[in-house]
């Protein structure tokens, strides 16, 4: 095999110590991007062999992290005392250019592998059952809070739509051109849902009005606000920070 360092290291002399290296982070559960990439050196744009590699190393660990997925492990639930106040605000923009949206001109879209393709109106989701949280919102950037939301639970309006539950995934499309998916597993936890309110009125255009996902399992950037459309998949969707190479699950 070419070399794909200038000091002719070859990706075979090197292959071990990565794999050690994420079997110790990952244990640690601090392996992400950003510390992968600066020990090593590399970005995941190339298409270098080490490139390559890491893209690998980490759809590895999107497959072990998803086989650790404990399905009935409840996140933890805070006080009201707890929420942080002011709560932050976060998108891949400044706040300024936040997208709003007229409640009355939108509707959720359904797509894939689903029975019901009819959208929803706010109204329409309103009257499925709600449910409440306080749980800790975690940032891949290094930073946390703790928020009350409630919603419909995502399992429950999967049901009623006639979702295909072995498909595999679920994706969120937002109309702020934002978008992730997440595993079925993930999606059906007790604690996954999408949310009409936040801090028990409904949802303003900083928080992701009309409708937002939350799920306490997984970082913040799996926690789409600003939803257009949700789809029921065979393939894994990616999505906005996965693309520059954040890990796939993502979980907590
Ligand atoms: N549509 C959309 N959803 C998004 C984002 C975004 O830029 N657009 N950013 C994500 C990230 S990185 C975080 S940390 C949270 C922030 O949510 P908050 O503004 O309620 O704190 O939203 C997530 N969902
Ligand atoms: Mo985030």
Redesign the pocket.
């Known amino acids: 095999m070419r070399s794909p360092f200038r000091l002719g290291v070859t990706l075979a002399d090197v292959q071990p110590d990565l794999r050690r290296l994420e079997r110790r982070m990952l244990l640690r559960g601090s392996l992400s991007f950003g510390a992968l990439t600066m020990l090593t050196g590399c970005n995941l744009g190339g298409d270098g062999a080490v490139d390559q590699a890491l893209r690998a190393m980490l759809r590895f660990n999107d497959r072990v992290q998803a086989a650790l997925f404990d399905p009935n492990k409840l996140a933890r639930t805070y006080p009201a005392s707890a929420i942080t106040d002011p709560?932050?605000?976060?998108?891949?923009?400044p706040e300024w250019q936040v997208r709003t949206v007229d409640e009355n001109d939108w509707k959720l879209e359904v797509g894939g592998l689903v029975d019901a393709k009819t959208p929803w109106t706010v109204a329409d989701l309103r009257k499925l059952p709600q449910q409440e949280q306080i749980t800790r919102?975690v940032?891949?950037?290094g930073w946390s809070?703790i928020?009350q939301w409630s919603g419909i639970p995502l399992r429950i309006f999967l049901e009623h739509i006639g979702a295909d539950m072995r498909a595999g995934y679920v994706n969120f499309r937002?109309f702020?051109d934002?978008w992730?998916g997440i595993d079925m597993a993930s999606a059906l936890h007790p604690q996954t849902i999408l949310a009409l309110d936040?801090e028990q009125q409904p949802l303003t255009p900083?928080?992701?009005a009309p409708l937002?996902l939350r799920i306490p399992t997984k970082?913040?950037?799996?926690?789409?606000?600003?939803?257009q459309a949700i789809e029921v998949t065979r393939t894994d969707p990616g999505g906005?920070?996965e693309k520059q190479g954040y890990n796939w699950f993502s979980g907590l």
Do not use: M, S, T
């Open positions: 709560f932050r605000f976060n998108a891949y923009y919102h940032c891949v950037e809070q928020g937002c702020d934002y992730c936040f900083l928080w992701g937002r970082l913040g950037f799996k926690n789409p606000k600003y939803i906005y920070w």
